[in-house]
């Protein structure tokens, strides 16, 4: 596997991910997405919200605000409880999380001693209006999830929905960690894709098992994950177990102060096993703490059965970020063409920022010009094409493979007298020679 350097080198030269505010030196844990980044990131929201909620009968959608009345947070426990725990170093001021520096006690930089860890909530506080005092206070949302519970009566009633059923969201997510680091791994600002989803108290085990195994299927499909470098991290109040491989190479955890129990997925980076979604048994937790606060009463009415009761919630939650770290690692391969290095990022048809790339031969053929920018506007509503003429064809390939685009289509002098141009696949670098006029529905008839 890459490692992180060389990837983060990429991502920067070939416009996916810069440094938030780079010509101010930067600001630590936000970053800016470039041209390529967004296509990759809005291609794996997509690929989330077609099966989390286009493709289902019993999920909708929702987009709730970022900031929320403050009552929510107080309600939800993360005023109180959202805490990480924190050292600082006596000599250089740095300040860890303690349970990054497992056990240790001198500062991992410079070998001073630690001051004792102390609670830190990490949730961004603001203002809202022209106050900046106590009663104007917000929080910045730490986790989209709250949105849809406070939310849950309104989308059941207007949708009609029965339980048991799920609300999706993605949306922007705000943590002031403690650290932040590996690249876009661990960020202060980013995007969490959640969805809630509500069950009958007592069928919840079976609904979390039932999620786990859907969300590790997606990530497997969705990524084309390879073997051996995803897993289940099982954490229980008495115990971490891992399914799957390297069970011995565990970092002990304790469910979130709302769950009952998660399952983690974990993906090997090549800095170790680390969470990319977490699959929360939440109970009631949340809908019984927003009912007693705000002293609304949430049960939903079972017609059927005539009951009422006050459902329980399985929450796979996942963040962008991290996805886009797993499609860059699964994709990136360095092979040897010809006795030269060529680097192609391998992305699955989805989640490839760019589908095709259209290369004019000579770029000083007016006529060649116009045809392959032709085409090019010919393809543009649908499928993300990119036209290119500033260097030689070698040239070109290599830095569409360096991006993963998935086809490049090259038009040269012969096309002006037979109307056919030539198709190179991303992967095998074969060419096949078609109609003109045939481009675009042989493109969507491969993406398909
Ligand atoms: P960690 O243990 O890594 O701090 P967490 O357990 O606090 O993560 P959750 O609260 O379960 O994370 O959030 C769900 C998902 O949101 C995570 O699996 C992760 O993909 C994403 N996420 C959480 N915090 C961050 C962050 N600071 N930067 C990027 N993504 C994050």
Not at 9 to 30: D, N, T, W
Not at 301 to 307: A, L, R, S, V
Not at 416 to 426: G, K, M, N, P, W
Request: with cysteine; net charge negative.
């Amino acid at each position: 596997m890459v490692d992180l350097e060389t990837l983060v080198s990429l991502c920067k030269r070939r416009g996916f991910v810069f440094s938030g505010s780079e010509i101010y030196g930067g600001l630590g844990g936000f970053w800016d997405y470039g041209p390529l980044g967004v296509e990759l990131k809005n291609n794996i929201k997509r690929a989330w919200w077609l099966a989390m909620v286009q493709a289902r009968d019993d999920v909708v959608g929702l987009d709730a605000a970022v900031l929320m009345n403050a009552s929510v947070w107080r309600a939800s426990g993360h005023a109180e409880t959202f805490n990480d725990l924190m050292v600082e170093c006596l000599e250089n001021h740095h300040r860890f999380r303690a349970d990054m520096l497992d056990g240790a006690s001198a500062c991992p930089e410079c070998g001073s001693s630690l001051s004792a860890p102390r609670p830190f909530n990490t949730m961004f506080k603001t203002h809202v209006g022209a106050l900046e005092d106590e009663s104007a206070r917000v929080w910045l949302r730490p986790e989209t999830a709250q949105g849809i519970f406070v939310n849950f009566q309104n989308v059941q009633q207007a949708m009609r929905k029965k339980i048991p059923f799920g609300i999706a969201q993605i949306g922007k997510a705000f943590r002031n960690e403690v650290q932040t680091g590996n690249f876009i791994f661990r960020d202060r600002e980013f995007e969490q894709m959640e969805m809630e989803f509500f069950v009958k108290p007592g069928t919840e085990d079976g609904w979390h098992d039932y999620w786990r195994d859907q969300r590790l299927a997606w990530w497997q499909s969705t990524f084309q994950i390879g073997a051996g470098r995803i897993r289940i991290k099982q954490i229980r109040r008495e115990a971490t177990t891992i399914i799957g491989p390297d069970p011995d190479d565990v970092r002990p955890e304790k469910p979130p102060h709302y769950s009952k129990g998660n399952y983690d997925l974990e993906y090997k980076f090549p800095m170790g096993w680390n969470e990319i979604e977490g699959i929360a048994s939440r109970t009631d937790y949340d809908l019984s703490s927003h009912q007693r606060v705000s002293g609304k009463e949430l049960a939903y009415f079972d017609e059927e059965t005539q009951e009422k009761y006050l459902p329980y919630v399985v929450e796979p939650a996942m963040g962008v970020e991290r996805a886009v770290l797993v499609a860059l690692f699964e994709a990136y391969q360095e092979e040897k063409v010809r006795n030269e290095k060529r680097v192609v990022l391998k992305f699955p048809p989805a989640l490839a920022p760019l589908k095709a790339a259209v290369l004019p031969l000579l770029r000083n053929r007016p006529e060649l010009v116009a045809m392959a920018k032709g085409l090019a506007q010919t393809l543009r509503p649908h499928l993300m094409t990119v036209y290119d003429d500033t260097a030689g064809i070698g040239r070109l390939y290599r830095r569409q493979d360096e991006i993963g685009t998935l086809w490049c289509v090259t038009v040269d002098v012969q096309s002006l007298d037979d109307r056919q141009v030539t198709i190179r696949e991303r992967d095998t670098m074969e060419q096949v020679r078609v109609p003109l006029a045939e481009v675009k529905d042989r493109l969507l008839e491969r993406l398909r």
